[in-house]
């Protein structure tokens, strides 16, 4: 089993930065693809989270959502059992629930998750 605890949000202004981290206990860190998806604030229950980037087990590879257009960049540190989500050029439309996910599998574009976090919210202002 994995548990995640994501940490880090908060409110900033347009433009601003933040910067999410996600902790993760039980199963081997290392071993796991993590990613990062957002449901923004009136979302209907169970509407399906948007995808924002993954990171493989390692650390060398990363896939992002065409949204994100150079302005998240994802990073993992294995040593710590920590992934994170750099947030800059942050914009009102960016306001959602970030939740960071771990899985067994390969595939960096896979939006299946075996393991979720409860979110960190995020609200950027005008």
């Known amino acids: 089993q994995v548990q995640l605890v994501e940490s880090g949000g908060g409110l900033v202004q347009a433009g601003g930065s933040l910067r999410l981290s996600c902790a993760a206990s039980?199963?081997?860190?290392?071993?796991?693809?993590m990613g990062w998806f957002r449901q923004a604030p009136g979302k209907a229950p169970g509407k399906e989270r948007e995808f924002v980037g993954a990171i493989s087990w390692s650390g060398d590879n990363t896939y992002y959502a065409d949204f994100v257009k150079g302005r998240f960049t994802i990073s993992r540190d294995n040593a710590k059992n920590t992934v994170y989500l750099q947030m800059n050029g942050l914009k009102p439309e960016d306001t959602a629930d970030y939740y960071c996910a771990a899985d067994r599998g390969y595939y960096l574009g896979s939006r299946e998750y075996e393991h979720w976090g409860q979110g960190t919210q995020v609200t950027v202002s005008s």
């Open positions: 039980g199963r081997s860190f290392s071993s796991l693809r």
